[in-house]
């Protein structure tokens, strides 16, 4: 980490320690928490999005502005630092999502939406059905061509929503969640839900039982066939994808069709 961004955020003196945040290297410094991010203007309406919220029963990494006022000093960004580990709790994630987009329901749709043009966004939209996308058969393609047929019309309503939770969540010794940053998207909070579902089912060990737990939200299987759409559409076009890691996901899909 350059010395000038650790002046920038006012903790020249402390000695950086390297951590796992939410899966990605940070360094804490002291109370400050810093990290490299991969895109300022998300970091920096996440910042500001985070700064005012609160959340009951839910700790949120409070953003940490530089000497000028910045969010984000040459690529990095910084928060208070909140002690805690990633954990299995599926259900306690779900429920964490719950409060956070209760939070965020009122909280206006982020123009740097309109323009985004990335892996997670063309995933989303052909989710959604809003974008055909060339996907490789081998790795996901075929599989969301035959769930994609099974799309039915939702009313549930778009929101500002993380759409990347699970295994970001932390929790401390007493239990506790901390939400560290929010992945933005103008979705369903009920499709956020279901993606934590999905990961879950897929890669986290979860007990089949997860997907019922939560049928009383609304459009909830056709929220789960999206969050597996999603992820598939993700997968297929990812670089690091095998047919190792689809498994998971073809595991996940069959438990979520039989629910449609």
């Known amino acids: 980490m350059p010395q000038h961004v650790r002046i920038a955020f006012g903790v020249p003196d402390q000695d950086p320690r390297p951590v796992s945040w939410a899966g990605q290297q940070a360094w804490q410094c002291g109370d400050a928490l ?3 991010v991969s895109d300022n203007a998300v970091a920096a309406w996440s910042a500001g999005v985070l700064d005012g919220l609160e959340v009951d029963g839910v700790r949120l990494a409070r953003p940490l502005r530089s000497s000028d006022g910045r969010w984000v000093v040459a690529g990095w960004a910084a928060c208070r630092f909140l002690p805690g580990t990633a954990e299995p709790r599926h259900h306690e994630v779900v429920a964490t999502a719950m409060k956070l987009h209760a939070a965020t329901a009122t909280v206006l749709r982020p123009r740097l939406l309109d323009d985004r043009d990335d892996l997670l966004s063309r995933s989303v939209a052909a989710a959604f059905g809003e974008r055909r996308l060339a996907l490789d058969p081998a790795y996901g393609g075929d599989l ?9 019309p939702v009313r549930t309503a ?7 939770l699970f295994g970001a969540v932390l929790f401390d010794e007493e239990g506790s ?18 993606v934590i579902v ?3 089912l897929a ?11 939560w049928a009383h939200l609304d459009e ?9 759409l999603y992820r598939l559409a993700l997968h297929a076009q990812h670089p690091e994808a095998s047919v190792r890691t689809l498994a998971g996901l073809e595991r996940a899909a069959g438990l979520v069709t039989a629910r449609l």
């Open 34 to 36: 810093i990290r490299p």
């Open 144 to 152: 969301f061509t035959e769930l994609a047929a099974h799309r039915r």
């Open 158 to 164: 778009p929101q500002v929503v993380h759409g990347e």
């Open 177 to 194: 969640p901390a939400v560290l940053d929010l992945v933005p998207f103008w979705r369903p909070a009920e499709w956020a839900a279901a």
């Open 198 to 200: 999905v990961d879950a």
């Open 203 to 213: 890669w986290g060990g979860a007990e089949e039982s997860l997907l019922d737990r």
């Open 220 to 228: 909830w299987p056709q929220a789960l066939l999206r969050a597996v």
